[in-house]
C-alpha cells in the first residue's frame, strides 16, 4: 500500500486541494510561523517512524492477546500439577480478564496525566516480568493472583497503544494504521498455539527443588512476554507522542519530539524541511480527561470520571448506547467465551475422534468426563490419583486453535472488503444469523471436518461482530463522548467474557448442551438488539 506521495530528496512541489503548490503553503506558513500538529505530519509523510511504530503496536499487541488466551491450554497442561477442577479452570482463564475490566477504563486517563509512552512503557516491562514469575509459582491461587495483577498492567497497555500509534499519523492513515495494528490480534491467536505445540512436543521434567519440577508448560510464559518484550525494547528510542506534550503545554519537547521524528523518516531536521528558522506549533486544547485529572484526591477524580460517564446513558442517544453495549455484552460472553474454552474442548473431543467415535461433540464431551471420573473412582490413593491424571494435548488441539486463527485472518480481511458494499448493518445481522445456525447445527452434526468448520465460525462471526460493533459505537455518541463510549464497551464485553468462561466451567461437564443453548440465544439476542440500532 502507497502511504506517501513525496519524493526521498528535498519537497516536492505538488498541487494542493487550492490549486496552489506545497511550496507557496510553505511560504505562507513561514510568514505566520505557526503551524498545525497535523499540518506538520503532513509535511513530514509516512515513513520508517509510523512503519517501525506500527510493527513495534503489533509486537506488543501479540503479547497483550498471547498472555492472556494461552490459559486456555496451559489450563490443560496444568491441571494435574496444580490438581485443579473445572471450576479452578475457569478462574484461571478468566484472571487476567478481570485485571482488565478494572483498570483499562481509567489507564486511559492516566495517560492524559503522565504520557502515553510513559504508561505504555512500564506497563508492558510490568507484564513481561510478572509473565516470568508466573513461570515459578507452585500455588494455584498465587497464579491467578499473579494474572489478575498482570492484567491490571495490560488494560494499560489495552487503553494506550492505540492512542499513540494513532497520534503518530495524520488522520488519512490513522484508520488504515489502526486496523493493520488490529490483524496482529489474529497473529497472536496463530503465534500462541504454534509456539505451545513447539513447546509441549516433548516431556521432560527439570527437579529444582523436592516440591518443585520446571516443566515444559512453563516456557509458554517465557514465549507469550517475548514479541512485547522485544517490541518496547524497539520504541525506547521513541519520544513522547507530540499531540500530548502540546496538550500539556510543553511546547519545546514537542517541538524536540517533531524533530526526531523529522530526522527518523527524512534525515532532515525540522527547521531544516519546512524552511523556517524558528518553529511554533499551535498548542493543542486541554483534553477533558486531562481536566478531570487534577482533582485534589483519588475520590475526586473518580467522581469526576463518573460525572463524564454518566451522559453516556443520557437522551437522545443514551437507549442506543445501551442498546449497543448489551449487544457488546453478549458477543464477547458469545465469542470470547468459547474460545478462551477452545483448546479444553477440541483436547477432550480429540479423544472421542482418535478411537474412530461418530458423535456430536457434546456426546464426546460426555464421555471424556465420563472417563475421567472413573479413572478417579479407581484410584486409591494419592499417587494413583495423579496417575490417572491426564494432562495430555493432542495435535488435533494445536492444529485447529493455528486453524481458528488463520480463520480470524481471513474473516477480517473479508469483512474489511464487503463492509462498505453491504452496510454495516446487514453485515452484522447477516454473520450472526449464520452463528445462530453454526451453534444449532452443532447440537446434531457428528462428522468431524463438520465440527470443525461449525467450530470456527460459531466463534468466529460474533468474534468479527465485536469490531464492527465498536465501529458503531463510535457514530452513536457525540465526538466529545467516543473514547469513553468504546472503552466502556470494551471494559462491559470483558465481564461478559469472565462470566462465560466461568458458567462453562460449572456447566460444560454436567449440562454440555445446556451451555450450548445459552450461547447460541445470546447470539440470537444480540442480532435482534442490532436490528434496533440506527446504524
Not at 458 to 464: C, N, R
Given at each position: 500500500m502507497q502511504f506517501s506521495g513525496k519524493s526521498r530528496e528535498g519537497i516536492d512541489v505538488e498541487p494542493s486541494e487550492d490549486g496552489g503548490h506545497l511550496g507557496h503553503r510553505l511560504s505562507a506558513k513561514a510568514l505566520t510561523n505557526e503551524w498545525e500538529y497535523e499540518q506538520i505530519l503532513e509535511e513530514i509523510g509516512f515513513g520508517k517512524?509510523?512503519?517501525?511504530?506500527?510493527l513495534i503496536s503489533g509486537l506488543i499487541t501479540t503479547t497483550s492477546m498471547a498472555a492472556q488466551t494461552s490459559l486456555g491450554i496451559i489450563a490443560i497442561a496444568s491441571q494435574c500439577e496444580f490438581n485443579m477442577s473445572q471450576g479452578e479452570k475457569g478462574v484461571m482463564m478468566a484472571s487476567s480478564v478481570a485485571g482488565i475490566v478494572v483498570s483499562t477504563y481509567v489507564w486511559g486517563y492516566i495517560s492524559d496525566v503522565v504520557g502515553r509512552r510513559s504508561v505504555l512503557v512500564w506497563c508492558t516491562f510490568l507484564t513481561s516480568a510478572l509473565l516470568l514469575i508466573t513461570m515459578f509459582v507452585t500455588n494455584i491461587w498465587l497464579f491467578n493472583f499473579i494474572n489478575l495483577i498482570m492484567g491490571i498492567s495490560l488494560g494499560g497497555i489495552s487503553g494506550t497503544l492505540y492512542p499513540y500509534l494513532g497520534e503518530f499519523n495524520t488522520f488519512k492513515y490513522r484508520a488504515v494504521v489502526i486496523n493493520y495494528c488490529n490483524m496482529f490480534v489474529s497473529v497472536a491467536a496463530i503465534y500462541m498455539p504454534a509456539t505451545a505445540w513447539l513447546v509441549l512436543s516433548s516431556n521432560w521434567s527439570l527437579p529444582i527443588t523436592t516440591n518443585f519440577s520446571f516443566r515444559p508448560w512453563r516456557l509458554i510464559m517465557l514465549f507469550n512476554l517475548l514479541p512485547g518484550f522485544l517490541g518496547i525494547l524497539m520504541m525506547l528510542p521513541f519520544p513522547e507522542s507530540p499531540k500530548f506534550l502540546l496538550a500539556q503545554q510543553e511546547h519545546e519537547q514537542a517541538v524536540k519530539a517533531i524533530d526526531w521524528i523529522s530526522k527518523f523518516n527524512r534525515n532532515i531536521d525540522i527547521k531544516s524541511l519546512l524552511k523556517i528558522t524558528e518553529l511554533r506549533v499551535k498548542a493543542e486544547e486541554l483534553s477533558e480527561s486531562l481536566q478531570?485529572?487534577?482533582g485534589h484526591n483519588v475520590c475526586s477524580i473518580l467522581k469526576n470520571i463518573w460525572k463524564a460517564t454518566v451522559p453516556?446513558?443520557?437522551?437522545p442517544y443514551g437507549g442506543n448506547f445501551s442498546l449497543a453495549v448489551v449487544a457488546m455484552f453478549g458477543l464477547f460472553f458469545a465469542s470470547n467465551g468459547m474460545q478462551i474454552w477452545y483448546p479444553e474442548i477440541v483436547n477432550r473431543s480429540a479423544?472421542?475422534?482418535?478411537t474412530g467415535q461418530s458423535a456430536t461433540v457434546c456426546k464426546i464431551l460426555d464421555e471424556s468426563f465420563k472417563r475421567d471420573y472413573l479413572k478417579t473412582l479407581n484410584g486409591t490413593n494419592i499417587i494413583e490419583d495423579i496417575k490417572a491424571c491426564n494432562d495430555s494435548i493432542s495435535t488435533?488441539?494445536?492444529?485447529d486453535n493455528i486453524i481458528m486463527?488463520?480463520?480470524?485472518?481471513?474473516g477480517f480481511s473479508i469483512q474489511g472488503a464487503i463492509l462498505n458494499p453491504l452496510g454495516r448493518k446487514n453485515v452484522l445481522i447477516s454473520a450472526l444469523g449464520l452463528g445462530v445456525l453454526s451453534g444449532l447445527l452443532l447440537h446434531f452434526v457428528t462428522n468431524t471436518t463438520g465440527i470443525l468448520i461449525l467450530f470456527c465460525l460459531?466463534?468466529?462471526?460474533?468474534?468479527?461482530s465485536i469490531s464492527t460493533l465498536c465501529g458503531a459505537l463510535v457514530d452513536l455518541v457525540p465526538t466529545q463522548l467516543r473514547g469513553k463510549a468504546v472503552s466502556m464497551g470494551m471494559t462491559l464485553g470483558r465481564l461478559g467474557l469472565i462470566l462465560a468462561s466461568n458458567l462453562i466451567a460449572v456447566m460444560l461437564e454436567p449440562y454440555c448442551n445446556g451451555i450450548f443453548a445459552i450461547v447460541t440465544c445470546t447470539v440470537l439476542v444480540c442480532g435482534l438488539l442490532i436490528h434496533f440500532l440506527p446504524i
Open positions: 517512524t509510523q512503519w517501525l511504530l506500527l478531570l485529572m487534577t453516556l446513558f443520557h437522551k479423544h472421542g475422534s482418535e488435533k488441539t494445536y492444529v486463527g488463520l480463520a480470524f485472518l481471513i460459531y466463534i468466529l462471526l460474533p468474534g468479527l
